[in-house]
């Protein structure tokens, strides 16, 4: 715990605000690893327990992760993601001032399993299921599987690539509006092959969000999966 | 990917649908290790990669948990927990036919640092903070540490002590209704402390939620961050 009962402003609150200016500034890059305590604690001329509860201001602020055994980190992005009835990717990120890319990665047909079932499809009927993966500043962000019906959405993974964007595909496809009925939110840690994608070690746990759309005449269109990378999204619920 | 275009109920399916039987009906107990892949496949007569495929569906269900080089266990609790306007742990978990108890494990009073300022006391206000512990069946599923304005709420520690809920505390307090405005939702793995009280390992990750409470007159009467097992906790957001 960083708390204490020390006066306002006490030596360590001071460096912390110090180290904060710095990293909303920009001049502390995100993903920059910090000097160690002991050249930390020199630069500011403090004793090495002092700069520590600065450290531990900062993580729990969320501006620096502290990473057992490999030392500490500017936190690279922490982005926003507004989980809503419309909720959407790129807007969400937008709204952070960051543009999102997303790419296809792979697409197949699929008649049995979960995804369908999700769907509400009639036995034998086919779901698209789109691999897709969103990045910001070209660093991967989200894994997402992402299951449409095939039959009332032919070329959902054709309209998919063509655009980068859902929204986009969905409306060339003729679906003006959709909403999303409900998430649940979860975390583990990524397997081997989702780690890679992110680009991120298997040892830092993705909050895995799935969830339901439905169009305006309350067909389920989508069912799907999203992974974020926890050191770069958190998720945000209004109770407005 | 557990996804295949094999015929409706599969070899696997229906091993999978055995197995999700045991499971539901409670005899497959939570917690319960499966035997290992050799020892089922023989159970179910055939062969290991069509057993490995009805774990990996059940797995993705949710039902089972592959832990690397641990083994394949029932998943144990999933307690659906809603993020909303009135969101109340005890209440939440008594609607999924569960009862909690919460424990007091310590408190402190903090005059600086993130909890007044999260609380917007001014300064040299004192803030109550509440370390809590919350099990279901005698097992912990999550921490909080909650802080609430001393001023206002004088006897908070003792009063969540006495009834272990801080609805009731807060009540006793005479806050008859209070309110989340916004909930942050992430997630990371514990600390050693954090994994310990959780009885958990540390390589397993939790969910961190964070929230501002506000009472009838728009006071923020709480800011808290709750830590809850990611085995045992699921997180719902209804959009509606």
Same mark, same amino acid.
């Given at each position: ?44 001329? #403090? ?37 809503q009835r419309r909720t959407r990717l790129t807007e969400n990120l937008a709204h952070a001032?960051?543009?999102?890319t997303r790419e296809l990665l792979s697409h197949e047909q699929v008649v049995t399993g ?122 945000? #619920?209004?109770?407005?």
């Amino acid at each position: 715990m960083t708390l204490d009962r020390a006066e306002p402003a006490a030596r360590w609150q001071r460096i912390a605000q110090a180290l904060r200016e710095d990293i909303t500034a920009g001049r502390l890059a995100p993903g920059t690893q910090l000097p160690n305590e002991t050249q930390l604690a020199a630069r500011f001329d #403090v004793h090495r327990h002092t700069l520590r509860q600065a450290v531990r201001q900062l993580a729990h602020e969320g501006h620096l992760r502290v990473l057992q055994g490999r030392g500490t980190f500017v936190r690279e992005l922490v982005l926003d993601y507004a989980l809503q009835r419309r909720t959407r990717l790129t807007e969400n990120l937008a709204h952070a001032g960051e543009r999102a890319t997303r790419e296809l990665l792979s697409h197949e047909q699929v008649v049995t399993g979960p995804w369908p079932r999700a769907l509400q499809l009639r036995a034998g009927e086919a779901a698209a299921l789109l691999h897709t993966r969103a990045s910001v500043r070209g660093r991967p962000i989200g894994l997402s599987l992402s299951a449409y019906p095939q039959a009332l959405l032919p070329g959902m993974a054709e309209a998919f690539a063509a655009t980068g964007s859902v929204t986009a595909a969905l409306r060339a496809l003729g679906v003006q509006d959709y909403q999303r009925a409900r998430s649940t939110v979860s975390c583990r840690l990524p397997t081997a092959d989702e780690a890679d994608l992110l680009a991120r070690s298997h040892q830092e746990p993705v909050l895995v969000v799935q969830y339901l759309s439905h169009d305006g005449q309350g067909r389920v269109i989508e069912a799907a999966r999203t992974l974020f990378a926890s050191d770069a999204v958190q998720l945000s #619920v209004e109770h407005g």
